[in-house]
């Protein structure tokens, strides 16, 4: 505690309180800061190398106000279906910045494509390859349509939890296959594979394995060039950058992500100087501007463990819950009605769920919660609601707020009981029939 004044007053983002914000859109719900989006993104365009491209990749948090402030700070799009493909095009990225990927493209998925006019289509397989190029064939005009091919690396990534290359994965297509293309690359009538794409994982924490993933993945790219003589024109190297959830996790050093990065990148340029260098991130550009809000309902005791039941969980915040994760670990939570007062309590926090996995927290260090308080689960601006079982329960999607220029914007309605229901067909069911 600062001072007994500071003790009484409650979290505000950007002047507006929560509690504010709250009052209008109801609980539980997501609150995104525009300016922390946009600082992020511009921070990060500050430390890279020059000529270094950044793509959202829209799978970490799909709503598309959150698209719309990172295109206007610079970024362009990556994509893995047509809904996202849509929603990057209606927040203003020019087709000329997205890239579509993914390991199960269908032919709708691959027409839209060329409709849009994307920079690039990351073909995750040779039969995908063929079936873009016989597409594009059949599709109006002459220009060439581009394509990268994502390659499963044979070397290992450094320091991911998620490791990608090296192994037997359903992304990409091998280097070693990929190496012995050349005959497929000449029966392509309309496509011209004009580079690659290599993802090595996702929460990289520490700049030197990020720095090596890269090099590496250049090197692999300009030798699988080489020897498929091919002229490079876009190496995308994945980014996988992380934020720093829990405890024992410090953010990722920027300037030394800088220094190391210089270096590889510059030299690469020299040698490639029309090549365009394309790092596509998600939890890196929104993780840290997102707080989930979820207001206590009950407040009980069971042998000894104090618990808060609040109204929001796992069914919009899988991430924060950890389900899948072998220990539990607790996202930072914040008491947003009394964020300077002592945290002198511990109280695992549960929500609404029929489930004993539905904990948001566990035995964390809170001031005192009382039945209608409002906490803040922060860093839940990447893998919410999207990758959440938002169904689950029926309790369905979780209203979305945006910050911006000092106010607050629903940026998505909250799900209702008649939203789920009006999916649904009641069958006339025939009395005479057994079942
Ligand atoms: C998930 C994914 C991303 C985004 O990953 P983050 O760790 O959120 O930055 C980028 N590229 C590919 C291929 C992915 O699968």
Redesign the pocket.
């Given at each position: 505690m600062h001072s007994g004044e500071s003790a009484s007053v409650e979290a505000e983002i950007q002047g507006i309180p929560y509690a504010a914000i709250a009052e209008e859109c109801g609980t539980p719900f997501f609150v995104y800061d525009a300016h922390v989006l946009s600082t992020t993104l511009r921070e990060l365009r500050d430390v890279l190398p020059v000529g270094v491209d950044v793509l959202y990749?829209l799978?970490?948090n799909p709503n598309i106000s959150v698209c719309a402030v990172l295109h206007r700070a610079g970024a362009g799009a990556?994509v893995?279906s047509v809904a996202e493909l849509t929603t990057a095009l209606r927040a203003g990225v020019d087709p000329g910045d997205i890239v579509f990927?993914g390991p199960g493209k269908t032919c709708a998925d691959l027409a839209a494509c060329l409709e849009a006019g994307i920079h690039a289509v990351v073909c995750e397989s040779f039969a995908e390859l063929r079936l873009l190029d016989r597409i594009a064939a059949g599709h109006g005009g002459t220009a060439p349509v581009r394509a990268l091919l994502?390659v499963n690396p044979a070397f290992p990534s450094k320091g991911s939890g998620l490791a990608m290359g090296g192994k037997p994965r359903q992304?990409g297509i091998d280097e070693e296959q990929v190496r012995a293309c050349r005959p497929l690359l000449d029966t392509l009538r309309r496509v011209e594979v004009v580079g690659f794409?290599a993802?090595m994982?996702?929460?990289f924490l520490h700049h030197e394995d990020i720095v090596a993933n890269t090099e590496n993945i250049l090197a692999m790219a300009e030798s699988l060039a080489a020897d498929l003589r091919i002229r490079l024109d876009t190496v995308d190297f994945?980014?996988?950058?992380?934020v720093a959830y829990f405890e024992n996790e410090e953010d990722l050093d920027a300037g030394a992500l800088e220094k190391g990065l210089t270096g590889p990148v510059t030299e690469f340029r020299e040698r490639h100087p029309g090549c365009r260098l394309i790092m596509?991130?998600?939890?890196?550009?929104t993780a840290r501007a997102g707080t989930y809000v979820t207001r206590a309902l009950y407040v009980k005791e069971s042998s000894g463990e104090s618990f808060v039941v609040a109204d929001g969980g796992t069914h919009h915040h899988m991430a924060a819950v950890g389900i899948g994760s072998f220990v539990k670990r607790n996202f930072p939570v914040r008491h947003l009605g009394r964020p300077h007062a002592l945290a002198d309590r511990t109280y695992t926090v549960t929500g609404p769920l029929c489930t004993p996995n539905d904990t948001v927290v566990k035995r964390a260090a809170l001031p005192e919660v009382v039945p209608g308080d409002l906490l803040g689960v922060e860093r839940s601006g990447?893998?919410g609601p999207t990758a959440s079982p938002g169904l689950f329960l029926s309790h369905g999607y979780p209203a979305e707020v945006l910050v911006h220029g000092g106010r607050a914007h629903l940026v998505r309605d909250r799900d209702t009981p008649e939203d789920l229901l009006a999916r649904q067909h009641l069958v006339g069911l025939d009395p005479s029939a057994a079942g």
């Open positions: 990749s799978k970490a990556e893995s990927l994502r992304f794409h993802y994982g996702t929460r994945g980014g996988g950058l992380g596509e991130l998600g939890r890196y550009l990447a893998y």
